[in-house]
């Protein structure tokens, strides 16, 4: 006897495993509906068993507009292995002939798969350092996050910026002005046995933001003398922050991430999200990336263009890209 069953839920790719779960033989999808409340999308999926118990005659067939969709995907940056094996389930699904459908079960897969950081802490005291190559916005999220900790925190922090980059011109007096805005101590370090002592002689409550010098993947001098900073802090936790921006190639994030990663990060911070107008790449390499994602900045402002990492704010614009490309 065929029986029919109904799955509701917010996430296609949850509802599908769910089916997997219940009906390890595989259903034949009867109707798909959807209802948006606010911005939260929900499905009503109904499935009917199947009469075999093997799927022996599933009948896979790409729809021509998906097809075209997938390679418009592709071109934005897209894994082609990835994107095809997911196609396959879509496809099976029958999520083929709605490309809204399979665009948001794309979507909620891509969700599944990347790392944020949800459990910010404030205990103090609190060391963190920013890594990346020049120009990505390490001194600018400092003097953010700066601002940000002194609003968060009921008790009084004390806040210093440290500033290891003595490369560019007026380094110091870009972190010196931030610092006198945030009302955070600043100070020049020029050796690790004077950033060492420095931070053995913090207090309960400090805050401690370590700028650095922006460093090309290429350039390995620069790296190893960051590098030497924190092997001789070995005693005292460095949170070690890399940050990228949403206008790179996925060839550049992963280039860079790769010189950087032996730093053993905490964390990764994308800034300048309001200068791309494509996030596919990002996402793809966010996709696969162990790093978890701590801050987005979102524009020049200091200090208002920072907020919390969070994956509505991702598929929210993977959606409005998505859904752009399609129509073109
Ligand atoms: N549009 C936009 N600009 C940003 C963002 N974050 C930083 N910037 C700008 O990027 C430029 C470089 O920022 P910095 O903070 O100096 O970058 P850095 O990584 O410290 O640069 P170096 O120390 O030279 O390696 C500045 O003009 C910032 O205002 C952002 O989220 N959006
Ligand atoms: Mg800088």
Redesign the pocket.
């Known amino acids: 006897m065929i029986k029919k069953d109904i799955f509701i839920g917010h996430s296609l790719v949850k509802i599908y495993n769910n089916i997997l779960y219940f009906y390890p033989h595989g259903v034949n999808f009867v109707s798909t509906t959807q209802k948006l409340y606010g911005n939260i999308i929900e499905y009503t999926i109904t499935v009917e068993s199947k009469e075999t118990k093997h799927n022996q005659n599933k009948q896979h067939i790409e729809n021509e507009a998906f097809k075209k969709f997938k390679g418009k995907l592709l071109a934005k940056g897209l894994d082609y292995d990835w994107l095809e094996n997911i196609s396959d389930k879509i496809i099976e699904n029958g999520f083929s002939n709605d490309i809204k459908l399979a665009m948001n079960y794309i979507i909620d897969e891509i969700e599944s798969e990347i790392l944020i950081n949800n459990n910010k802490t404030n205990i103090c005291p609190k060391i963190i350092m920013?890594v990346?190559?020049?120009?990505?916005?390490?001194?600018?999220?400092i003097a953010k996050l700066a601002a940000k900790f002194k609003t968060n925190s009921y008790d009084t922090v004390d806040i210093s910026f440290l500033n290891l980059?003595h490369y560019?011109v007026a380094?110091s007096e870009?972190l010196k002005m931030y610092a006198n805005i945030a009302g955070a101590s600043y100070e020049d370090i020029y050796d690790s046995v004077a950033f060492n002592s420095k931070l053995q002689s913090l207090s309960e409550n400090s805050v401690v933001f370590i700028?650095t010098?922006?460093v090309a993947p290429v350039d390995i001098a620069k790296i190893l003398e960051t590098i030497s900073y924190i092997n001789d802090a070995h005693d005292i936790k460095i949170e070690i922050s890399l940050?990228m921006?949403a206008t790179f190639k996925k060839e550049d994030l992963i280039y860079a991430y790769n010189h950087f990663s032996f730093l053993n990060l905490t964390s990764l911070i994308i800034?300048?999200?309001?200068?791309t107008s494509s996030i596919t790449g990002l996402v793809d390499f966010l996709r696969t990336c162990p790093a978890k994602l701590d801050y987005f900045?979102?524009?020049?402002k200091v200090p208002n263009?920072?907020i919390d990492a969070n994956s509505d704010y991702i598929i929210e614009r993977l959606r409005d890209e998505w859904l752009e490309i399609n129509e073109k």
Do not use: C
């Open positions: 920013m990346g190559t020049t120009g990505v916005g390490k001194t600018t999220t980059d560019r380094s870009q700028d010098a922006g940050v921006p800034t300048k999200f309001d200068e900045s979102i524009g020049q263009d920072i």
